[in-house]
């Protein structure tokens, strides 16, 4: 409520025709005061009265008052005090240069008194200012969130500019301080890394910002505009330091998964190979107990190398290593890795076209062959044939995996990749290679990173599956996901 | 004598029982404190290093290994990931395994670490024969059967480094740093373009390879004889 009481003084005081009407009051005021010492003194005395009342016009009521309030004096005097009483005639000719020099030095004594008024009024005024800009920027220092930034400019710029304050994302590009409408002021912030963010005011009434306004509010803008860049900035650290944290967690998760479903697994698979040895000092039937624990236990141990690469496949974990490759040596490497799995099977190769060099991650690209292989391994009689085929294409590389197995049930090749996502309450492989699925999901994670597609059907002449994938010659960029 | 440096007691017994049976001598120690306290007294020949290691990281033992012993040191893991694997094979460690690793191919591992340390001991050699490929050093002359192989200065070199490490895997880096003398930035560009030059020269088939085998992600191996 001072508030606007207050205000409505303010306007007043501003208003000319009040102030010039006050002016020309004063100086009846002072007449009148002056009137009961007519005839006791001289009335050049009376002279200093008028130029009382106006330095204080002047000191109040601005120059254009003061100026109007000396002419009006000078007559006032002429006609009350000056012999004759009552007129503008005077008897006595030197009053005419009391009249002159009493007209000069009220005009003279009006415009240094209103020169220094004004001049205190705007120390005033800048040390308000000042005052205000070291409120704000103490307020925005503390700030540690947006909106901690819009109620402390709300708080400090409201009473000071009667209007609403609030920070809004506005049209980049103003660059001063803007009426959007009748009443709302847009002061945009500056920089483009507060994202054309903009300081609005409602204000209570119309009107447009004074040259000095403008400048205060272009600082505080300034100001608030450096104070959310530096909340920003501390916003997006947080974040980086809370993705290395939960980054890491996975990293520890992994391995510790990875160290304690492989140690006993280490344990288990030597412990059956050495018994496996001793086959000469054990019971024949004891050796068959044997070699099916030999069986189910490298099951167990695709099956889990297999999780622990969905794991890290599915937690983002595994980056693509790109370096150039020719996908002969890779498949070389997968051939002499399988050489001892694959049995009495026939492990045949055809290459067709030049193969040239494709940047991939070799050991991933490893792992699909070897999958692919396996695949068909634990799909094909002991004595059956594999066959593993490199065929140079237009703009790609394609490798198929044959085998003259049983083949694919109908519409299985639409969904043998995704068992591990389907999930439909069995991951094993129902023709009992336990973990297929996985292993398939994965070969398609990894192909599709590396831009290529897997698919597989049955061969068109004869029997058997065909598993194939291609890699594209240029080389997609990609994350496992 | 073989030094099982390994926290599982499990695994410990198990590493012992399979080597002892292939006829090797096993002393083991349970943390890289003791590890490295039973490398200075008893002077094992070949040392077996678990790389997830309570007290110490692997990679620290390693390191505190190679601070004053040439000894060779296969590394266990139990993690995939082949950055591991280089990141131990170029601090230092000979040759590394992935949990879980059969006794078998340990017992070759073991082999050719311990033929390494058996040649580094030995004066160099003056020629290099596998499998009827044979390097002259002294005459800087390569022959396949008998034949002459005409190979660059490169290629040379290439061949030389591989070959001097037989049966061990060289990463990329470690190969760069032999033959180039530093390590390079352009993803090993060059060193596989030569690799495949010196593979078409030895009529070395990449997808049933006689010589060179490619360890995807690390590096490659030359057959070890």
Same mark, same amino acid.
């Given at each position: 409520?001072?508030?606007?009481?207050?205000?409505?003084?303010?306007?007043?005081?501003?208003?000319?025709?009040?102030?010039?009407?006050?002016?020309?009051?004063?100086?009846?005021?002072?007449?009148?005061?002056?009137?009961?010492?007519?005839?006791?003194?001289?009335?050049?005395?009376?002279?200093?009265?008028? @130029?009382?009342?106006?330095?204080?016009?002047?000191?109040?009521?601005?120059?254009?008052?003061?100026?109007?309030?000396?002419?009006?004096?000078?007559?006032?005097?002429?006609?009350? @005090?000056?012999?004759?009483?009552?007129? @503008?005639?005077?008897?006595?000719?030197?009053?005419?240069?009391?009249?002159?020099?009493?007209?000069?030095?009220?005009?003279?004594?009006?415009?240094?008194?209103?020169?220094?008024?004004?001049?205190?009024?705007?120390?005033?005024?800048?040390?308000?200012?000042?005052?205000?800009?070291?409120?704000?920027?103490?307020?925005?220092?503390?700030?540690?969130?947006?909106?901690?930034?819009?109620?402390?400019?709300?708080?400090?710029?409201?009473?000071?500019?009667?209007?609403?304050?609030?920070?809004?994302?506005?049209?980049?590009?103003?660059?001063?301080?803007?009426?959007?409408?009748?009443?709302?002021?847009?002061?945009?912030?500056?920089?483009?890394?507060?994202?054309?963010?903009?300081?609005?005011?409602?204000?209570?009434?119309?009107?447009?910002?004074?040259?000095?306004?403008?400048?205060?509010?272009?600082?505080?803008?300034?100001?608030?505009?450096?104070?959310?860049?530096?909340?920003?900035?501390?916003?997006?650290?947080?974040?980086?330091?809370?993705?290395?944290?939960?980054?890491?967690?996975?990293?520890?998760?992994?391995?510790?998964?990875?160290?304690?479903?492989?140690?006993?697994?280490?344990?288990?698979?030597?412990?059956?190979?050495?018994?496996?040895?001793?086959?000469?000092?054990?019971?024949?039937?004891?050796?068959?107990?044997?070699?099916?624990?030999?069986?189910?236990?490298?099951?167990?141990?695709?099956?889990?190398?297999?999780?622990?690469?969905?794991?890290?496949?599915?937690?983002?974990?595994?980056?693509?290593?790109?370096?150039?490759?020719?996908?002969?040596?890779?498949?070389?490497?997968?051939?002499?890795?399988?050489?001892?799995?694959?049995?009495?099977?026939?492990?045949?190769?055809?290459?067709?076209?030049?193969?040239?060099?494709?940047?991939?991650?070799?050991?991933?690209?490893?792992?699909?062959?070897?999958?692919?292989?396996?695949?068909?391994?634990?799909?094909?009689?002991?004595?059956?044939?594999?066959?593993?085929?490199?065929?140079?294409?237009?703009?790609?590389?394609?490798?198929?995996?044959?085998?003259?197995?049983?083949?694919?049930?109908?519409?299985?090749?639409?969904?043998?990749?995704?068992?591990?996502?389907?999930?439909?309450?069995?991951?094993?492989?129902?023709?009992?290679?336990?973990?297929?699925?996985?292993?398939?999901?994965?070969?398609?994670?990894?192909?599709?990173?590396?831009?290529?597609?897997?698919?597989?059907?049955?061969?068109?002449?004869?029997?058997?599956?065909?598993?194939? @994938?291609?890699?594209?010659?240029?080389?997609?960029?990609?994350?496992?996901? | 004598?073989?030094?099982?440096?390994?926290?599982?007691?499990?695994?410990?017994?198990?590493?012992?029982?399979?080597?002892?049976?292939?006829?090797?001598?096993?002393?083991?120690?349970?943390?890289?404190?003791?590890?490295?306290?039973?490398?200075?007294?008893?002077?094992?020949?070949?040392?077996?290093?678990?790389?997830?290691?309570?007290?110490?990281?692997?990679?620290?033992?390693?390191?505190?290994?190679?601070?004053?012993?040439?000894?060779?040191?296969?590394?266990?893991?139990?993690?995939?990931?082949?950055?591991?694997?280089?990141?131990?094979?170029?601090?230092?460690?000979?040759?590394?395994?992935?949990?879980?690793?059969?006794?078998?191919?340990?017992?070759?591992?073991?082999?050719?670490?311990?033929?390494?340390?058996?040649?580094?001991?030995?004066?160099?050699?003056?020629?290099?024969?596998?499998?009827?490929?044979?390097?002259?050093?002294?005459?800087?002359?390569?022959?396949?059967?008998?034949?002459?192989?005409?190979?660059?200065?490169?290629?040379?070199?290439?061949?030389?480094?591989?070959?001097?490490?037989?049966?061990?895997?060289?990463?990329?880096?470690?190969?760069?740093?032999?033959?180039?003398?530093?390590?390079?930035?352009?993803?090993?560009?060059?060193?596989?373009?030569?690799?495949?030059?010196?593979?078409?020269?030895?009529?070395?088939?990449?997808?049933?390879?006689?010589?060179?085998?490619?360890?995807?992600?690390?590096?490659?191996?030359?057959?070890?004889?």
């Amino acid at each position: 409520m001072r508030v606007v009481k207050a205000a409505k003084k303010d306007a007043l005081l501003r208003s000319a025709a009040f102030r010039h009407g006050a002016a020309v009051a004063v100086v009846v005021a002072a007449s009148l005061l002056a009137l009961p010492l007519r005839g006791l003194t001289d009335p050049d005395n009376l002279t200093m009265v008028y @130029f009382t009342a106006v330095v204080m016009i002047a000191l109040k009521l601005g120059l254009a008052p003061a100026i109007v309030g000396s002419v009006v004096s000078v007559a006032l005097f002429n006609f009350l @005090f000056t012999p004759p009483y009552y007129s @503008f005639e005077a008897i006595n000719p030197a009053s005419y240069l009391t009249f002159g020099i009493m007209l000069v030095s009220s005009l003279l004594a009006a415009v240094l008194t209103s020169g220094l008024s004004s001049r205190l009024a705007e120390a005033d005024q800048q040390k308000t200012e000042t005052r205000l800009l070291l409120d704000v920027a103490r307020a925005l220092s503390s700030a540690v969130s947006r909106s901690d930034v819009e109620a402390g400019l709300s708080r400090l710029l409201s009473p000071r500019y009667q209007a609403r304050v609030t920070l809004a994302a506005g049209t980049a590009g103003a660059a001063a301080v803007t009426r959007l409408s009748g009443l709302v002021w847009q002061v945009p912030l500056g920089g483009e890394e507060v994202g054309g963010d903009v300081l609005l005011l409602e204000r209570g009434e119309p009107g447009d910002a004074s040259d000095a306004a403008r400048l205060e509010l272009e600082t505080v803008a300034a100001l608030a505009a450096q104070a959310l860049l530096r909340i920003a900035n501390a916003e997006a650290a947080a974040r980086a330091t809370a993705n290395q944290e939960s980054e890491r967690l996975r990293n520890v998760l992994l391995s510790s998964l990875s160290h304690d479903l492989r140690t006993p697994l280490t344990v288990l698979s030597g412990t059956v190979a050495n018994l496996a040895r001793m086959r000469k000092r054990l019971p024949r039937d004891a050796m068959e107990e044997v070699a099916q624990l030999t069986r189910q236990v490298t099951r167990l141990q695709t099956f889990t190398g297999n999780l622990l690469k969905m794991a890290a496949i599915s937690a983002g974990h595994l980056r693509l290593h790109r370096e150039p490759y020719s996908l002969l040596e890779i498949a070389g490497a997968t051939l002499q890795r399988l050489g001892e799995v694959k049995g009495e099977r026939r492990l045949l190769t055809q290459v067709s076209g030049d193969i040239p060099m494709i940047d991939m991650d070799g050991a991933l690209i490893e792992q699909v062959i070897a999958n692919l292989i396996d695949n068909a391994i634990q799909h094909t009689e002991p004595e059956g044939t594999i066959i593993l085929e490199l065929q140079r294409q237009e703009g790609q590389v394609r490798v198929s995996i044959r085998d003259d197995g049983p083949g694919l049930a109908p519409g299985d090749d639409a969904v043998i990749f995704e068992r591990f996502k389907t999930g439909d309450g069995s991951l094993s492989d129902r023709k009992g290679g336990g973990g297929h699925g996985l292993g398939l999901a994965i070969c398609r994670g990894i192909i599709e990173a590396h831009g290529g597609i897997i698919d597989a059907r049955n061969n068109p002449e004869g029997r058997g599956a065909c598993f194939s @994938f291609t890699l594209p010659l240029g080389g997609a960029s990609g994350r496992l996901s | 004598m073989i030094l099982v440096i390994e926290d599982e007691r499990d695994v410990r017994r198990l590493i012992q029982r399979s080597l002892e049976a292939l006829g090797h001598e096993v002393i083991d120690a349970e943390n890289g404190k003791t590890g490295l306290e039973a490398l200075v007294r008893q002077k094992p020949d070949v040392v077996i290093l678990d790389l997830g290691l309570p007290d110490r990281d692997g990679m620290a033992v390693l390191a505190a290994i190679r601070e004053w012993s040439e000894v060779p040191v296969i590394v266990l893991s139990a993690r995939d990931g082949e950055s591991d694997k280089v990141a131990a094979l170029e601090a230092g460690a000979d040759d590394y395994l992935t949990k879980p690793f059969s006794a078998a191919e340990l017992s070759v591992r073991i082999k050719v670490a311990l033929r390494h340390a058996a040649r580094a001991v030995s004066t160099g050699e003056p020629v290099i024969t596998v499998e009827g490929l044979s390097v002259d050093l002294a005459a800087r002359r390569v022959t396949l059967e008998g034949q002459e192989i005409h190979l660059t200065p490169i290629e040379y070199k290439l061949l030389t480094a591989l070959m001097r490490h037989r049966g061990k895997v060289l990463t990329h880096g470690q190969i760069m740093k032999e033959v180039w003398g530093r390590h390079s930035n352009d993803g090993n560009q060059g060193l596989r373009i030569h690799m495949q030059h010196v593979r078409e020269k030895l009529g070395d088939d990449p997808l049933s390879p006689r010589f060179i085998f490619t360890e995807p992600g690390i590096g490659y191996r030359f057959r070890m004889g």
